[in-house]
């Protein structure tokens, strides 16, 4: 069993920064990409970043210049480094991972709130 722990979300002003990180843990195969998604009420879960095991990334057109991301292959954590947050960056942030068989890992969400 792999467990997902997300810290790093809350409340800040606009304009302001957050650090999301994940740790994996448990029974990994080996991890392939890892990233994050957010999610608001009655909407599709949609990408926000990703970075694969050769350091490659894919950002969403919304966050690009804005977020960054990046791993720490060594302790299976992924993090997210969000500056300029605006309050449409407000969601619940998924982390997730893709091992090498291709199998899915999803952290339990955290809440990401941005005000003016």
């Known amino acids: 069993q792999v467990q997902l722990v997300e810290s790093g979300g809350g409340l800040v002003q606009a304009g302001g920064s957050l650090r999301l990180s994940c740790a994996a843990s448990?029974?990994?195969?080996?991890?392939?990409?890892m990233g994050w998604y957010r999610q608001a009420p009655g909407k599709q879960r949609e990408l926000v970043a990703a970075?694969?095991?050769?350091?490659?990334?894919n950002y969403a057109d919304s966050v690009k210049g804005r977020f960054t991301i990046s791993r720490d292959s060594a302790k299976n954590t992924v993090y997210l480094q969000m500056n300029s947050l605006k309050p449409e960056d407000t969601d619940v942030y998924y982390c997730?991972?893709?091992?090498?068989?291709?199998?899915?890992?999803w952290g339990q969400g955290i809440q990401v709130t941005v005000f003016l």
């Open positions: 970075i694969t095991s050769g350091g490659s990334t």
């Open positions: 997730n991972i893709v091992d090498v068989r291709r199998v899915n890992f």
């Open positions: 448990g029974n990994i195969f080996s991890i392939n990409a």
